[in-house]
């Protein structure tokens, strides 16, 4: 690859890194919703399992337009690899604003509320969990911003790794296909 072949693939990932970041932080929003309404947070699920899908379209145009319908493996794998980078990193830093600024608690306490209610206690009794259930929420008390958005930033980076290869795969193409 070129020096300017990949500026190419870089501006585009850019861009579609905060095409991504866009649709995390939807499924995240949905996700803060759906902690009270069970099909805001079947709808965050959805989004999140749609990433691939969103991400193979992406590299999709990215080859057709960009690349004139011819992209290899490896060009397709760091495309994908760079998309999840910057979108990981548009995401991170939009949990750290919600969890540093705007949370104020809201999603521990919503946990503890379900954790303590009559249902949820008789199970985790049955399970013997509830010592454990307990030193999570205490965990999830003493966790800063910053942990939260440092963790998630480190998923979506190893996600872009590992779907990267079937995302790569799938949407390589070494021959132009001929429209007739």
């Not at 397709?76 to 690899?81: M, Q």
């Not at 013997?128 to 958005?149: F, G, Q, V």
Request: hydrophobic content about 50%.
């Amino acid at each position: 690859m070129t020096a300017p072949e990949y500026i190419q693939l870089k501006a585009f990932a850019r861009q579609d890194g905060a095409l991504l970041a866009l649709l995390w932080v939807a499924a995240f929003s949905l996700y803060i919703i759906g902690v009270k309404n069970q099909m805001f947070g079947l709808a965050a699920i959805l989004l999140m399992i749609y990433t691939p899908f969103f991400v193979g379209s992406r590299l999709g145009k990215f080859r057709d337009h960009g690349l004139e319908g011819l992209i290899s493996f490896r060009r397709g794998y760091a495309y994908t690899v760079f998309v999840f980078f910057y979108g990981g990193i548009l995401f991170a830093i939009a949990q750290y604003i919600y969890f540093a600024f705007i949370d104020h608690g809201y999603l521990l306490s919503e946990f503890s509320k379900m954790v303590m209610s009559d249902e949820t206690r008789q199970m985790l009794q049955q399970y013997r969990m509830t010592e454990m259930m307990d030193e999570s929420l205490k965990e999830m008390s003493n966790t800063r911003p910053i942990d939260y958005a440092l963790n998630m930033l480190t998923i979506n980076i190893s996600l872009g790794f590992l779907l990267g290869v079937p995302i790569g795969l799938i949407k390589q193409r070494n021959t132009v296909k001929v429209k007739e």
